[in-house]
């Protein structure tokens, strides 16, 4: 299996601040012959599901805010929320989907500083 | 927009058979690989599956012994069953679709349903 290995385990960050979250992969995800990346990001709020941000590593689904990107290659990969909303606590999770058993990060927690 | 509900039971016993569907409405079942996913109370996700309409499956390596997953295109169902259940299975199972054909992130998923395993 590809272990995804997040950090921090947990932020706390001001109001307007930026977020940043750490994913590495203990292998490449990165796919030659199409050149993505085949990761993805993750906010599951309390007592929700878990809530697709970003795929192919870089890639916003459809409503969610600007605010949040993802950049990386490889083995190494960011989840940045550039200006911290109360509505952003949450945990992030980084997922590969790279190899025939998909595997998370064990999660990051965001909160309010 | 297609929606995921998980049923089953709450409550199952030690070394029991757990049992779990998962109706999807809102679109067709033939369009996505199904998922079932877990994540013990306050702990992390872990995939368990996936199926396609077509009867191809994928396990999880660790629990590939003790897993069958199932689709009823009829119904628009899924079903997990996962044998021989101990403390440890005790988790919030959610249901969640995946596009397949590489693009393998999971969206939607459902609302989940948290099964404990206690005599």
């Known amino acids: 299996d590809i272990v995804m290995t997040q950090s921090p385990d947990s932020l706390a960050v001001s109001l307007g601040e930026r977020a940043t979250i750490n994913c590495k992969s203990s292998?490449?995800?990165?796919?030659?012959?199409?050149?993505?990346?085949?990761l993805a990001w993750y906010q599951q709020k309390a007592g929700q599901p878990p809530k697709l941000l970003i795929y192919w590593a870089s890639t916003r689904e459809s409503g969610v805010p600007d605010r949040f990107s993802g950049s990386g290659s490889g083995t190494d990969f960011t989840l940045t929320i550039s200006s911290l909303q109360t509505e952003d606590v949450a945990v992030y999770y980084c997922q590969q989907y790279y190899s025939t058993s998909w595997t998370f990060g064990q999660g990051t927690k965001v909160e309010i500083k | 927009q297609v929606q995921l509900q998980e049923s089953g039971p709450g409550l199952v016993k030690p070394s029991e058979t757990l049992s779990l569907t998962c109706t999807v409405s809102g679109g067709s079942i033939k369009n996505y690989y199904w998922n079932w996913i877990r994540q013990p109370p306050g702990k992390g996700l872990e995939w368990i599956a996936y199926?396609?309409?077509?009867?191809?499956?994928n396990y999880n390596p660790s629990l590939k012994s003790r897993v069958t997953i199932s689709l009823d295109t009829s119904k628009n169902q899924s079903s997990l069953r996962l044998t021989s259940v101990t403390a440890a299975d005790t988790a919030v199972y959610y249901c969640?679709?995946?596009?397949?054909?590489?693009?393998?992130?999971?969206?939607?998923w459902g609302q989940g349903t948290l099964v404990t395993v206690s005599s």
């Open positions: 969640a679709a995946a596009l397949g054909y590489g693009s393998n992130w999971f969206d939607p």
């Open positions: 199926i396609f309409h077509t009867g191809n499956t």
């Open positions: 292998q490449s995800v990165l796919y030659r012959s199409d050149k993505k990346n085949y």
